[in-house]
């Protein structure tokens, strides 16, 4: 998934940060955003979790995601 996630942050670029976390090594941070199983895509807005899926997607999937979630 790095490939696509990896273009799409060059096509929301100043729009959109995307972040990846390691739950191995953040497991404070995996329990904090209840996340049980990887990938864990989670769209924030405000600070605030607004939308979340979980396994493989496509990149239209995710970009659809994120045009509705906030508008960029």
Do not use: C, Q, W, Y
């Amino acid at each position: 998934m790095t490939p696509m996630i990896d273009s799409l942050a060059k096509e929301f670029g100043g729009k959109v940060k995307f972040v990846k976390v390691n739950v191995d090594e953040s497991p404070v941070i995996a329990t904090k955003l209840e996340i049980f199983s990887v990938p864990t895509f989670i769209i924030f807005t405000g600070g605030k979790p607004r939308n979340r899926f979980v396994g493989m997607a496509t990149k239209e999937h995710i970009s659809k995601l994120l045009i509705s979630s906030v508008g960029a």
